[in-house]
């Protein structure tokens, strides 16, 4: 079956840094996205990787590891506003999304 | 119209009843799809549509139907409401069907089946 993992709730101290992992299984493999999701709000798109390595975009990066099945989102310089849920979705040979649960992200002063 | 609506915001249903969640994008984009959100899961695919005209099935497709009359327009129809289709519903659409395009999200439509 087709499958996303990633951490279920972080924890992570104001102008620190936090790297949210995520691991995939699915049925071919079409690019990994990130999300963003504030409570109560749409999630809104963060990156795209299709080709192994990382993809710097200001404070936050994204890296993938296709031979693992496997991509981080790292995030620099936490601000308060960054607490929010991040999303892992793999695009599959349907170019369909593949949905993680999400990563409830708590920033802390 | 910037973006994608969705109407109504929230709404409480009997169950049994018949309900339309309408759906409404001005960029044009050729393909939206409709999710379930509910909580500890991922998003679930209910139903697609890569173009004007035609529609596919998702994840998590029985008790509910679309139709993709225009570009603009996705309507999420439940025929007779059940307790399990409480969910937020969230409606996204992309450029095209694929790979590199990002999906873009309505604010959601927050349903209570009782």
């Known amino acids: 079956g087709q499958n996303i993992d990633q951490p279920t709730e972080m924890t992570a101290t104001e102008g620190a840094i936090v790297q949210i992992n995520c691991t995939y299984q699915t049925s071919g493999f079409n690019g990994l996205f990130w999300y963003q999701q504030h409570a109560g709000e749409a999630p809104t798109f963060l990156s795209y990787?299709?080709l192994d390595g990382l993809e710097e975009k200001g404070r936050f990066s994204s890296f993938l590891s296709r031979s693992k099945g496997y991509s981080y989102l790292l995030l620099k310089e936490l601000q308060m506003k960054d607490s929010a849920s991040y999303l892992c979705?793999?695009?599959?040979?349907?170019?369909?999304?593949?949905w993680g649960a999400g990563t409830k992200l708590i920033i802390k002063p | 119209i910037a973006g994608i609506t969705q109407a109504p915001t929230s709404q409480i249903l009997a169950a049994g009843r018949r309900m339309t969640l309408r759906c409404t994008q001005d960029m044009r984009h050729n393909a939206m799809y409709w999710y379930r959100q509910d909580l500890g899961l991922g998003l679930r695919l209910i139903h697609y549509?890569?173009?004007?005209?035609?529609?596919g099935k998702g994840e998590v497709p029985d008790g509910y139907s679309v139709s993709r009359a225009n570009t603009d327009d996705f309507p999420l129809t439940l025929a007779s409401a059940v307790p399990s289709q409480t969910s937020v519903y969230f409606c996204a659409s992309s450029r095209l069907a694929g790979e590199r395009n990002e999906q873009f999200f309505g604010p959601g439509t927050r349903l209570t089946v009782l």
């Open positions: 990787n299709v």
């Open positions: 549509s890569n173009t004007a005209g035609t529609t």
């Open positions: 979705a793999a695009l599959d040979s349907n170019y369909q999304l593949i």
